[in-house]
């Protein structure tokens, strides 16, 4: 039989082992889960409400390469910039982004064609982006491109939303 120390009896209460029932466990438990979970979502949303570094990544100011680097009349695909950088006949520029204006597909260029495509309803964009049936209204949007120091840079932070293709959409080293 164990002695109770009666001049400290709180001694007592600490070294002695507590039998935690199963409803206290699955109690502790859960507290313990749904405050993991609190925190999980509180750095979720504020990792999402922070202010992005826009320099670089989609929703900023995109380097994409050298000018020299591209040949007239190519079509480039940038990924992270969910764009398609076109370098025309006559050197000029311009980023179409791959979203189609109908219902927001992803546009796939067909070298072997010489247009876009919109896998979901196979509609058609030339070159410039500019549509050739009635299935859309209008042409790809697109983003400005600018260029520094023998760099082509494009800013993706909105696209343009366009009609149809003009002229003016295409900027020109200087």
Known sequence: ?????????????????????????????????????????????????????????????????????????????????NFYLICTEDSGFMAVYRRCPHLGCMVKWMDNEQKFLCPCHSATFDKTGDFHNKLVARALDYFPVTFDKGMVKVNTTAPIVREQHLPEHISYPG
């Not at 164990?2 to 507590?18: G, M, R, S, V």
């Not at 029932?21 to 609190?38: T, V």
């Not at 929703?59 to 020299?68: F, Q």
Request: hydrophobic share 40%; charged share 25%.
């Open 1 to 81: 039989m164990k002695k109770k120390n009666i001049q400290n009896p709180e001694k007592d209460e600490l070294t002695t082992p507590k039998n935690v029932s199963r409803r206290d466990f699955l109690g502790i438990s859960l507290k313990a889960l749904g405050g993991l979970a609190a925190i999980e979502l509180g750095a979720a949303g504020i990792l999402f409400l922070r202010t992005r570094s826009a320099s670089g990544e989609f929703g900023g100011m995109m380097t994409i390469g050298k000018i020299v680097e591209f040949t007239p009349g190519s079509v480039v695909e940038v990924e992270d910039g």
